[in-house]
Structures are given as C-alpha cells and as structure tokens.
C-alpha cells in the first residue's frame, strides 16, 4: 500500500499550487484522508481533513485560502493552495486510514512528503 503525494514546488507570495495524493495498493475502503505539514523546527500540524462523506475541517491558519477535495474513484485527495504566503512553506505530508483486503480495521498510512516553498 501507498501514498504518492506530488505537486509541490517553489512559488511567489501570492500564487497558488495543487498537490495531489494517490493511494494504491489492495484498498477496500478509505476513511479520512488529510494533508499535514511541517515546517522546519516545528511540529508536523494538521492543515485539512476530509471524510469519506465529504465533510472538511481546516487550520484557522489555511481558512478561506486552501481546498481539500478528494476523488473517491481514484483514491487521491487533493489540496489547492491559494493566496499562498512564506508561512506555508513546509514538507506537506498526505494521511489517510484504509481498510485493506484480508483486514477488518483501518491502518493509518502516510505519504512520502512533498516541499512547498513560497518565496516573499
């Protein structure tokens, strides 16, 4: 099982990016997916969740200016990044619990981490 982030990069103050994740693997079903990040010398936080419903929350931080959406016949989330500002610049990680083939529980699964950087 795996979770591909892709779509980072390095912007202006003020741009925008959409990172994407694709999970793979024996997946009967995905619960919860999110994006987290980190940014050096801080604590990975939480920035967006979506539920297998639809349902989202965000950090006061990202309100207004990020989109978390997911495509549940892809199994991939999504965050689109507006208005982005030097405090977003950190490794964004995806999260998502799954239930896989032969399991009766969802695991917690994270993806490799992909840098956004936002230049001032």
């Known amino acids: 099982v795996q979770l591909q982030a892709s779509g980072g990069g390095l912007v202006q103050t003020g741009g925008s990016l959409r990172l994407s994740c694709a999970a793979s693997g024996t997946i009967i079903t995905i619960g919860n997916m999110a994006w987290f990040r980190q940014a050096p010398g801080k604590e990975r936080e939480l920035v967006a969740l979506?539920?297998?419903?639809?349902?989202?929350n965000y950090a006061n931080a990202v309100k207004g200016r990020f989109t978390i959406s997911r495509d549940n016949a892809k199994n991939t989330v999504y965050l689109q990044m507006n208005t982005l500002s030097p405090e977003d610049t950190a490794v964004y990680y995806c999260?998502?619990?799954?239930?896989?083939?032969?399991?009766?529980?969802?695991?917690?699964?994270w993806g490799q981490g992909t840098q956004v950087t936002v230049s001032s």
């Open positions: 979506i539920s297998d419903t639809g349902s989202t």
């Open positions: 999260n998502a619990n799954m239930r896989l083939s032969g399991r009766h529980s969802y695991i917690n699964y």
